[in-house]
């Protein structure tokens, strides 16, 4: 497609709003809906596109839609509601969901969007806040290939890697591997950072060491040093992180996977939660291993 095409974004969140943007500056007509209208409309002032008044206004002239929102009940609200996308798209069009959903909902919802005339994508993303405010993105899609090849240059505009996973469903189940993958990742990261501490060794001087080796990783690289000093406000906050992992988990049970060290990291962030981290980004389970054993 090209840039003539008309665009509609809906969820100005964190991730929604540099992306919706991206999409400006690469010469797309945008329109824009948020919950929160004053959202949308600071958006406006800074990026060139138009704002509507709900998801099915927006969906309305759109050649394709893109939804980021929150979990699986704000993409059914978005979608399927009184107002929603689909009583406002228009036939042939395609609904690109950035929200990570369960793979379930996926599928539903590409059902209704057939129904309605349309084509669906899933495509939950990775690469946070940062990822999405540099346009160095990792999109993970699921749907049909001749669907997935109209989209994959509009993608690109805020993603460094867009890759069809296979059938609508598969982007999610990507993603809830990126997840189980992370949350051991960023424990053993903080287990390794608080061990040495306790060690009496230089922890900045540690990682300068083993960051050269076997052990590096984007989590260490980016993170370590807010880590050690005690900030949590970057990045990807606990609370949608369990959100992903129950995802997991789930799905685990479905299939038959064994996931022993997601379940485990899931509870060390149900206690994060509890001592007032919930939005703590994912960082925090240093945060746990400090608080859970000075006191």
Not at 201 to 213: T, Y
Not at 223 to 250: I, P, S
Not at 254 to 277: C, F, K, R, S, W
Request: proline share 2%.
């Amino acid at each position: 497609m090209s840039n003539k095409v008309s665009l509609a974004f809906i969820g100005l969140g964190v991730m929604g709003y540099p992306m919706a943007g991206w999409l400006s500056r690469n010469g797309y007509q945008v329109t824009v809906y948020n919950r929160t209208q004053t959202v949308a409309e600071r958006w406006i002032t800074d990026f060139k596109g138009a704002l509507a008044n709900s998801p099915a206004i927006a969906a309305q002239d759109a050649d394709v839609v893109f939804l980021c929102v929150g979990d699986d009940n704000d993409v059914s609200d978005v979608m399927l509601g009184d107002q929603g996308v689909l009583v406002g798209m228009v036939p042939d069009s395609i609904v690109v969901d950035h929200t990570t959903t369960s793979a379930r909902l996926a599928q539903k919802l590409a059902v209704e969007v057939e129904r309605a005339g349309g084509h669906f994508i899933d495509a939950p993303v990775s690469g946070g806040q940062q990822g999405a405010e540099n346009g160095q993105l990792t999109v993970m899609c699921g749907g049909e290939a001749k669907i997935f090849a109209k989209i994959e240059t509009i993608i690109g505009c805020y993603a460094k890697s867009v890759q069809l996973m296979g059938e609508v469903g598969s982007g999610q189940l990507c993603k809830m591997v990126n997840q189980i993958c992370i949350a051991g990742v960023v424990q053993g990261l903080a287990e390794g950072l608080n061990f040495a501490e306790r060690a009496g060794l230089d922890a900045h001087q540690v990682v300068d060491v083993i960051s050269q080796g076997a052990a590096q990783s984007w989590q260490m690289e980016n993170r370590y040093k807010t880590m050690l000093a005690g900030d949590y406000e970057h990045g990807f906050a606990v609370q949608w992180m369990r959100k992903d992992l129950a995802f997991a988990l789930q799905e685990a049970a479905n299939n038959g996977a064994e996931l022993p060290v997601t379940e485990l990291v899931d509870q060390y962030y149900a206690q994060i939660e509890t001592m007032g981290g919930s939005r703590y980004d994912t960082s925090s389970l240093l945060f746990r291993l400090k608080n859970s054993i000075d006191k």
